[in-house]
């Protein structure tokens, strides 16, 4: 478990008489305005999108880790994408950060693993990059399907901003590793799509 049952938002619940998934608007009940940290999604979405946070931090420590891999191995146009990405992910993290202190959460947060250091080539690099965003995709897919559920639309519109972000993600990582793939070993090849990668521009704020 990620959290003790004690914890302040469970406190909370208590103050407001919910016992389960949802919190309602009891303040009218017992004559009170809404108190500032009060939460309007479920405990389990709350809980499911602290993992979600934490996973988005991971991937931004993950794609540094392959940028300072790159660096290391004179990739020097990969390592920039590469620290393109981590700030991009970065920014998803905030993204969820924000809409949880909307949402009146007590944002606590989690540790972050640390990434691997080392990946054998730049084709592999892009290759654990591409796995882990498919693994990003299902997670945010299932978050979907639990706010569908519960029918917290809200969520879910945010969660769709993610999920369409993936299909680019994927689709971007994807073609480099097919140029990647295309050229091996060839030095003048990697050089040249060394290049187009440093080329990429900065993502607009998400
Ligand atoms: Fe924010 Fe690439 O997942």
Same mark, same amino acid.
């Given at each position: 478990?990620?959290? =003790?049952?004690?914890?302040?938002? $469970?406190? !909370? !619940? ?11 608007? #009891?303040?009218?009940?017992?004559? +009170? ?14 809980? =499911? +999108? ?17 940028? *300072?891999?790159?660096? /290391?191995?004179?990739?020097?146009? &990969? #390592? ?17 950060? $924000? ?6 959460? /007590? ?23 591409? &796995? ?6 299902? !997670? ?6 639990? &706010?569908?559920?519960?029918?917290? /639309? *809200? ?44 080329? !990429? ?6």
């Amino acid at each position: 478990m990620y959290r =003790a049952a004690s914890q302040p938002w $469970d406190q !909370r !619940r208590c103050l407001v008489g919910q016992s389960s998934t949802k919190v309602t608007v #009891a303040t009218a009940e017992v004559g +009170l305005s809404l108190p500032k940290g009060t939460t309007v999604i479920s405990e389990s979405m709350e809980g =499911a +999108l602290s993992e979600q946070l934490n996973h988005e931090f991971y991937s931004a420590y993950l794609y540094l880790a392959m940028s *300072a891999y790159c660096s /290391h191995n004179n990739f020097n146009g &990969a #390592a920039q994408w590469h620290q393109l990405q981590f700030e991009e992910e970065h920014q998803h993290a905030t993204k969820i950060y $924000d809409y949880l202190m909307d949402q009146g959460v /007590h944002v606590q947060l989690l540790p972050i693993p640390a990434p691997p250091s080392e990946f054998g080539s730049i084709l592999e690099v892009f290759e654990a990059s591409l &796995a882990h965003e498919q693994d990003m995709t299902g !997670r945010l897919n299932e978050l979907s399907d639990q &706010a569908l559920k519960e029918k917290d /639309h *809200a969520t879910y519109n945010l969660l769709q901003w993610f999920v369409n972000e993936q299909v680019e993600e994927e689709a971007s990582v994807g073609g480099i590793i097919a140029k990647l793939k295309l050229v091996k070993d060839d030095g003048y090849g990697l050089l040249m799509i060394d290049n187009e990668l440093g080329s !990429r521009p900065a993502s607009p704020a998400a």
